[in-house]
């Protein structure tokens, strides 16, 4: 699998074609992005550890843009691409029923998948910025995607600071084009390790670091995550939970800290703390929340803080920990996601208050959501619990038991809030709950099922991806952070 | 100084976007904020007296690098418009269904999401 640019041109390709075929055969928009995402699934499947530079154009290196496939890319590549098949399984039916053009909502979603796909694989830190607006305009049409006054309402705010956010970024762009006339991310890398500390590369970096962690959802720049989301068509929303803000956000903060800048004491502290607020401050908006999406969404925000903590102390076992709670966040949160839309589509409303006695009617949805549920707040043996024991043991390791401490007590919390929605939604009632409202409501149609049982089954056996600790599956994809600069420039510099 | 120019330019438009309440205000912030990174750019590959950077026969190439302007901003500057005019035409149409749904383009009165 060494044709890297395969992964942008297949859903782009198609994304266009859709709706130039599609007003003839109204069913070939779902088969054709179910069976496009599969094949993205498959491909990115095919490139486990491999690592690969495709040269676009066959450029020399420090010129010509770049596609680098290391263990790090590689792993976000197949949760993009996993989240995207099992989200476009899954609206087939929730479109057909809810929204009225599917064709521009394929279209956009196979877009988005392409923006992520390629910032994930490009070492071009401008053509990162393309892919990244590339994805980030797809994303902000499907929030508003329902045109009602909430859907507008929350694109726009999701607009708005976003792209406040991409323009920090390009002008930390500028300033390091300025500087080194380079923008080969190795090649920054190697001039800015080989060069003395200069005020011009601090500040980029600190442009950077507020633009990607805008993206990353970290406090304190959360503030478009709960209205993005709850605005969104559900499978919208998860897949910005579950690949948007890991591609653009926090894949991008890892590369650029640990490879491109280098860390460092000061950065490594910062994100210590901005990793423990986000927890907290995440997990004390949700309890209050009633509206089901929104309770979700502050929840993104303090399982980000896991992974922003883990990349912050830094150790080999905390990174294994963070890459895995990045995984594992992406498929129960996805799950949960899907959860809240499958209630949606049969009961129309996402006030936990009018909600109650699911768990007879939906038994699947029901049986899904008690999992995802076990697995966000830490209970053993589902995939969330390995995760955070990895991140507070790892804490613990480093010296640092105030900070294990917090995330212990986050992961109560959460267990707390989840216990609410299991409590209302599912097993028992809300105060507005009105019991002919579920009289004649059954289990969802087969696609939307399939999709959450896959997830269902990742999140219960996704701890036995552990199995071999640092030597196992995330090996290659710890090597790539723990080597630092030298071994990324040299990967693609080949010097 | 004209570097710093261009970041007072920058600092004028965030201030827009950040503080004026109207929709077609924080639209116009945008544009400036835009604006102000695309003239950066082209700064920075500017030079006095500069020539087109294309080398022809007989041309010295030592000399050309020493005396051409950087192609590649102005590539750059390119692409930034393109995808600039893309999410300006988003936000218009977003902006446009907002009134057609408020009534109004103040953003302090659309606060729908949180009830």
Same mark, same amino acid.
């Given at each position: 699998?060494?044709?890297?640019?395969?992964?942008?041109?297949?859903?782009?390709?198609?994304?266009?074609?859709?709706? $130039?075929?599609?007003?003839?055969?109204?069913?070939?928009?779902?088969?054709?992005?179910? %069976?496009?995402?599969?094949?993205?699934?498959?491909? /990115? =499947?095919?490139?486990?550890?491999?690592?690969?530079?495709?040269?676009?154009?066959?450029? *020399?290196?420090?010129?010509?843009?770049?596609?680098?496939?290391?263990?790090?890319?590689?792993?976000?590549?197949?949760?993009?691409?996993?989240?995207?098949?099992?989200?476009?399984? *899954?609206?087939?039916?929730? %479109?057909?029923?809810?929204?009225?053009?599917?064709?521009?909502?394929?279209?956009?979603?196979l877009l988005a998948v392409t923006g992520m796909n390629g910032t994930v694989l490009t070492g071009d830190i401008f053509n990162l910025f393309i892919f990244l607006e590339l994805a980030l305009v797809?994303?902000?049409? =499907?929030?508003?995607?329902?045109?009602?006054?909430? !859907?507008?309402?929350? +694109?726009?705010?999701?607009?708005?600071?976003?792209?406040?956010?991409?323009?920090?970024?390009?002008?930390?762009?500028?300033?390091?084009?300025?500087?080194?006339?380079?923008?080969?991310?190795?090649?920054?890398?190697?001039?800015?390790?080989?060069?003395?500390?200069?005020? %011009?590369?601090? *500040?980029?970096?600190?442009?950077?670091?507020?633009?990607?962690?805008?993206?990353?959802?970290?406090?304190?720049?959360?503030?478009?995550?709960?209205?993005?989301?709850?605005?969104?068509?559900?499978?919208?929303?998860?897949?910005?939970?579950?690949?948007?803000?890991?591609?653009?956000?926090?894949?991008?903060?890892?590369?650029?800290?640990?490879?491109?800048?280098?860390?460092?004491?000061?950065?490594?502290?910062?994100?210590?703390? +901005?990793?423990?607020?986000?927890?907290? $401050?995440?997990?004390?908006?949700?309890?209050?929340?009633?509206?089901?999406?929104?309770?979700?969404?502050?929840?993104?925000?303090?399982?980000?803080?896991?992974?922003?903590?883990?990349?912050?102390?830094?150790?080999?076992?905390?990174?294994?920990?963070?890459?895995?709670?990045?995984?594992?966040?992406?498929?129960?949160?996805?799950?949960?996601?899907?959860?809240?839309? /499958?209630?949606?589509?049969?009961?129309?409303?996402?006030?936990?208050?009018?909600?109650?006695?699911?768990?007879?009617?939906?038994?699947?949805?029901?049986?899904?959501?008690?999992?995802?549920?076990?697995?966000?707040?830490?209970?053993?043996?589902?995939?969330?619990?390995?995760?955070? =024991?990895?991140?507070?043991?790892?804490?613990?390791?480093?010296?640092?038991?105030?900070?294990?401490?917090?995330?212990?007590?986050?992961?109560?919390?959460?267990?707390?809030?989840?216990?609410?929605?299991?409590?209302?939604?599912?097993?028992?009632?809300?105060?507005? *709950?009105?019991?002919?409202?579920?009289?004649?409501? $059954?289990?969802?149609? +087969?696609?939307?099922?399939?999709?959450?049982?896959?997830?269902?089954?990742?999140?219960?056996?996704?701890?036995?991806?552990?199995?071999?600790?640092?030597?196992? $599956?995330?090996?290659?994809?710890?090597?790539?952070?723990?080597?630092?600069? !030298?071994?990324?420039?040299?990967?693609?510099?080949?010097? | 100084?004209?570097?710093?120019?261009?970041?007072?330019?920058?600092?004028?438009?965030?201030?827009?976007?950040?503080?004026?309440?109207?929709?077609?205000?924080?639209?116009?912030?945008?544009?400036?904020?835009?604006?102000?990174?695309?003239?950066?750019?082209?700064?920075?590959?500017?030079?006095? !007296?500069?020539?087109?950077?294309?080398?022809?026969?007989?041309?010295?190439?030592?000399?050309?690098?020493?005396?051409?302007?950087?192609?590649?901003?102005?590539?750059?500057?390119?692409?930034?418009?393109?995808?600039?005019?893309?999410?300006?035409?988003?936000?218009?149409?977003? +902006?446009?269904?907002?009134?057609?749904?408020?009534?109004?383009?103040?953003?302090?009165?659309?606060?729908?999401?949180?009830?």
């Amino acid at each position: 699998m060494d044709n890297l640019s395969l992964f942008i041109t297949i859903p782009a390709a198609v994304a266009f074609f859709i709706p $130039i075929v599609s007003r003839r055969f109204r069913w070939f928009p779902d088969v054709i992005t179910s %069976i496009t995402t599969f094949i993205l699934l498959l491909l /990115s =499947l095919m490139t486990l550890n491999h690592e690969t530079v495709y040269r676009m154009g066959n450029w *020399f290196v420090p010129y010509g843009i770049v596609f680098v496939l290391d263990g790090l890319s590689c792993m976000v590549l197949i949760i993009v691409n996993l989240i995207g098949f099992l989200v476009s399984l *899954f609206s087939v039916d929730y %479109i057909e029923k809810i929204y009225t053009s599917k064709l521009r909502y394929y279209s956009l979603l196979l877009l988005a998948v392409t923006g992520m796909n390629g910032t994930v694989l490009t070492g071009d830190i401008f053509n990162l910025f393309i892919f990244l607006e590339l994805a980030l305009v797809a994303t902000y049409a =499907l929030v508003g995607f329902g045109c009602e006054a909430r !859907n507008l309402e929350g +694109a726009f705010k999701y607009l708005v600071i976003n792209l406040i956010a991409s323009y920090f970024i390009l002008l930390g762009i500028a300033l390091l084009y300025g500087k080194f006339a380079s923008l080969n991310m190795a090649d920054i890398s190697r001039l800015i390790n080989s060069t003395e500390k200069d005020v %011009i590369v601090s *500040f980029s970096f600190v442009l950077f670091l507020v633009g990607f962690g805008t993206k990353a959802a970290m406090v304190p720049f959360h503030g478009w995550v709960a209205d993005a989301y709850t605005a969104a068509p559900a499978p919208v929303s998860a897949i910005l939970a579950g690949g948007v803000i890991k591609a653009l956000g926090i894949y991008v903060l890892m590369r650029l800290t640990y490879n491109v800048f280098g860390i460092n004491q000061h950065i490594s502290m910062l994100f210590i703390y +901005a990793g423990t607020v986000s927890i907290m $401050i995440g997990v004390l908006m949700a309890l209050g929340q009633w509206n089901f999406r929104r309770l979700l969404a502050y929840h993104s925000i303090s399982q980000m803080g896991y992974i922003v903590l883990a990349l912050g102390i830094g150790t080999p076992l905390a990174i294994l920990g963070g890459i895995f709670h990045l995984l594992n966040h992406s498929l129960f949160k996805s799950l949960l996601f899907l959860n809240a839309g /499958s209630i949606e589509y049969e009961t129309g409303t996402q006030d936990l208050k009018k909600l109650g006695h699911l768990s007879q009617k939906m038994p699947l949805t029901s049986t899904s959501s008690l999992i995802a549920s076990l697995s966000i707040s830490g209970i053993p043996p589902f995939n969330g619990f390995w995760s955070k =024991l990895v991140i507070i043991i790892a804490a613990i390791q480093a010296g640092k038991p105030v900070f294990a401490l917090w995330a212990v007590i986050g992961s109560i919390l959460t267990l707390a809030s989840f216990s609410k929605i299991q409590r209302y939604v599912f097993f028992g009632k809300g105060e507005k *709950f009105n019991s002919g409202m579920i009289k004649d409501i $059954i289990e969802v149609p +087969a696609l939307m099922r399939v999709s959450m049982v896959v997830l269902a089954v990742f999140c219960c056996f996704a701890g036995l991806l552990l199995l071999g600790g640092l030597n196992g $599956i995330f090996g290659p994809v710890v090597n790539v952070l723990t080597d630092g600069t !030298n071994l990324y420039i040299t990967r693609i510099l080949g010097r | 100084m004209v570097y710093t120019l261009c970041f007072v330019l920058f600092v004028i438009g965030l201030y827009g976007v950040s503080c004026k309440k109207n929709i077609v205000k924080i639209i116009l912030g945008f544009l400036i904020i835009e604006y102000s990174i695309n003239l950066f750019l082209i700064l920075l590959g500017w030079r006095k !007296n500069g020539v087109v950077p294309v080398i022809e026969p007989g041309s010295d190439a030592h000399m050309l690098v020493s005396a051409s302007v950087d192609p590649l901003p102005q590539v750059m500057v390119l692409i930034s418009i393109v995808t600039g005019l893309g999410i300006l035409s988003l936000m218009v149409a977003i +902006a446009i269904r907002l009134y057609q749904r408020y009534g109004t383009f103040d953003i302090t009165e659309m606060n729908k999401l949180k009830h």
